[in-house]
Structure formats: structure tokens, C-alpha cells
């Protein structure tokens, strides 16, 4: 049987990336998104292209919705090999005095509580196998901070931080758990926000010359599932183009 994927934020940009290159190694792939028809779009694009893929919904900062949905892909298929939180964003761009606590608990919780509450049903799964790769998202922003995303960076530096932690409880078992921190990237959500004076100011910025392609960090994900990184957590991968390099 092939291993077992979950991945949230998997109908967004780089969510759908990692589902297409995980799908492509021959690994069936769970698609969950707060976008169902985002999930169900990248899950047919995966069965199209003559792989193993399903869409669920899910809100992960709902401890109901993810304990359901990690269940059913439990029942469904016996086990979870790799679980890959990709769901977050960071929503709002303004100073510290201008966000209520509703905006700011908002990013803390898709990004921070997500990843907290994935982990937490997700690990007594792969510690019955005694395997598996759990794989958070970061940021560079969780390592050098970003003036008007004061709760997304604290989200993402929370993240590192919490990666760090479960690595070392889960080791044990047997269970790898490091982050992808990525750069800019050509998500569908950026660009649509993005002037081109903005992305060429972006550009100049970055050693390699250019922003990330969703591709370029699903190559990173899928390197933690396979074989090559089995001595490898605790860490924190940063796919930036050199921008950051702490």
C-alpha cells in the first residue's frame, strides 16, 4: 500500500503543489481546505492525471473538524504516513495600533492553533505505526520579523519554535517533524495583491534574482517524505531564493 498524505491548505497555491509532486511519487494524497471547491479541484487535476487523491473540507482552527476529518482518513485508509500543515496567511498588513484582537487571534489561530490542533490529532496515529513526517509551515518572517504582520510573524516564529519541541517528543516514535519556511512566493493570492512595481522591488531583493514558483517549495516537502531525510528533525528548511539565510 502507498503512504498516506494529508495535507492542509491543500487547494491553495503551494498546498496544491505539494499534493500534485506528493501525488506524483506514487503517494495518495488527502486534499483538505476550508475551500472545499479548491480541494476538489486540485484532488480531480491528481485523479486526472491518473493518481490517488481525495478532497475533504476542513476548518482547521475548529478542534471538531480536524478530530472528524483525521478519523475518517484514519478509518478510511488504516494509517497516516506524512501530515502536512500548509493551511495559513497572514491577512492583514497594518500597524500594531490598528489591529483588534479579533484580526490578530484570527492569524494566530489559522496559522499557530491549525498547526497545534493537526498535530495533536494526527501524532496517536503515527505513533501507533511508530512512523511517520510531520511537516509545519513557517516563514521567513518567523525569523526576521515584518513590519505591519506582527501576529503573522509571532504565528510563524510560534511554529519554529513548537516544531522544534514535537520533534523531540515525537522522536521516540519514530516520528520526524521539521518546517519548510518559505519565501515569496507566486501564489495565486499574492499575485493578485501585488502591483508590478512591488514584485520588481521583491525581485531586487532576492540573491537569485526571482520570487518562488509554488513548485520550488513542493520539492522541498516531498524531500521530507522520502527516504534521504530519515536522520533529519527538528529543523527548519528555508526555501527563499537566499533572501534569508540565518
Not at 29 to 34: G, K, T
Not at 39 to 45: L, T
Not at 148 to 161: E, F, H, Q, V
Request: glycine residues 10%; hydrophobic residues 40%; proline residues 4%.
Amino acid at each position: 500500500m502507498s503512504q498516506v498524505a494529508l495535507i492542509t491548505g491543500g487547494g491553495g497555491g503551494i498546498g496544491g503543489a505539494v499534493a500534485r509532486r506528493m501525488a506524483a511519487a506514487g503517494i495518495t494524497v488527502m486534499v483538505a481546505d476550508y475551500d472545499h471547491a479548491a480541494a476538489e479541484k486540485v484532488s480531480a487535476e491528481i485523479a486526472a492525471a491518473g493518481k490517488k487523491a481525495e478532497a475533504f473540507a476542513v476548518d482547521v482552527t475548529q478542534a471538531r473538524d480536524v478530530k472528524t476529518l483525521v478519523a475518517d482518513v484514519e478509518k478510511r485508509f488504516g494509517r497516516i504516513d506524512v501530515l502536512a500543515n500548509i493551511a495559513g496567511g497572514s491577512f492583514y498588513t497594518q500597524r500594531i495600533e490598528e489591529f483588534t484582537w479579533a484580526e490578530w487571534k484570527e492569524v494566530i489561530d489559522v496559522n499557530l492553533k491549525g498547526t497545534f490542533l493537526m498535530c495533536r490529532e494526527v501524532a496517536p496515529v503515527m505513533q501507533r505505526q511508530k512512523s511517520g513526517r510531520i511537516l509545519n509551515t513557517a516563514s521567513n518572517y518567523g525569523v526576521t520579523g515584518s513590519a505591519l504582520r506582527t501576529p503573522y510573524s509571532a504565528a510563524k516564529a510560534g511554529i519554529i519554535a513548537f516544531t522544534k519541541t514535537l520533534a523531540q517528543e515525537l522522536a521516540p516514535d519514530g516520528i520526524l517533524v521539521n518546517t519548510v519556511a518559505p519565501g515569496p512566493t507566486d501564489t495565486p493570492r499574492v499575485m493578485g495583491k501585488e502591483s508590478a512595481e512591488e514584485r520588481n522591488r521583491r525581485w531586487s531583493q532576492i540573491p537569485l534574482g526571482r520570487t518562488g514558483q509554488p513548485e520550488d517549495l513542493a520539492e522541498a516537502y516531498y524531500f521530507f517524505t522520502t527516504v534521504e531525510s530519515a536522520w533529519i528533525t527538528g529543523q527548519t528548511f528555508h526555501v527563499n531564493g537566499g533572501l534569508v539565510t540565518p
